[in-house]
T-cell receptor, first 112, second 113 residues
């Protein structure tokens, strides 16, 4: 298995632009998590899906952020419009029944 | 409330010496406990986990951790540190109500030659 695949690895965009981050979880995993990591706030859970259904999105900072999981093999995190304070590394992770969690390599987002 | 504490922001150890990275937790029910490592500019990598069974858990790269229920601790240990062990280490506990992980703030481990 190739692991959790995230794209792009790096994204530089101008303030106000729409940004879409993508994640392919490990085949067979039924839970998917989006995290954001910054020096100031550390690792923050943004949203968590179980069986493609959003379970907890209380970590999504504001309405500019949205996430979807249209099927078991794909998820997106969208920021519209983006702001400089959104600059961070965004990680996707997947899990099978909560007994193991595998992280992707992350997307480093820079909003200028 | 469920929580994880890593009381040390940074731990410095000389190469070849034993290392310990501390983690304590608060969770209702039986905890699922995890350690992850993050190297610079990389994602988090799984080291080891405790779900049930033996309190001493062995993991990747020679690391081990001991689950202590009475002290609600899950400290990460290695008998002989390597410079390449220098990284950021995260402890996490799984919530008993769902599959979310509660994360510690992370401990930066620096191994000096």
């Amino acid at each position: 298995d190739a692991g959790v695949i995230q794209s792009p690895r790096h994204e530089v965009t101008e303030m106000g632009q729409e940004v879409t981050l993508r994640c392919k979880p490990i085949s067979g995993h039924n839970s998917l998590f989006w995290y954001r990591q910054t020096m100031m706030r550390g690792l923050e859970l943004l949203i968590y899906f179980n069986n493609n259904v959003p379970i907890d999105d209380s970590g999504m900072p504001e309405d500019r952020f949205s996430a979807k999981m249209p099927n078991a093999s794909f998820s997106t995190l969208k920021i519209q419009p983006s702001e400089p304070r959104d600059s961070a590394v965004y990680f996707c992770a997947s899990s099978l029944q909560g007994v193991g969690y595998t992280f992707g390599s992350g997307t480093r987002l820079t909003v200028v | 409330a469920q929580s994880v504490a890593q009381p040390e922001d940074q731990v410095n150890v000389a190469e070849g010496n034993p290392l310990t990275v501390k983690c304590t937790y608060s969770v209702s029910g039986n905890p699922y406990l995890f350690w992850y490592v993050q190297y610079p500019n990389r994602g988090l990598q799984f080291l080891l986990k405790y779900i049930t069974g033996d309190n001493l858990v062995k993991g990747s790269y020679g690391f081990e951790a001991e689950f202590n229920k009475s002290q609600t601790s899950f400290h990460l240990k290695k008998p002989s540190a390597l410079v390449s062990d220098s990284a950021l280490y995260f402890c996490a506990v799984r919530m008993d109500s769902n599959y979310q992980l509660i994360w510690g703030a992370g401990t930066k481990l620096i191994i000096k030659p």
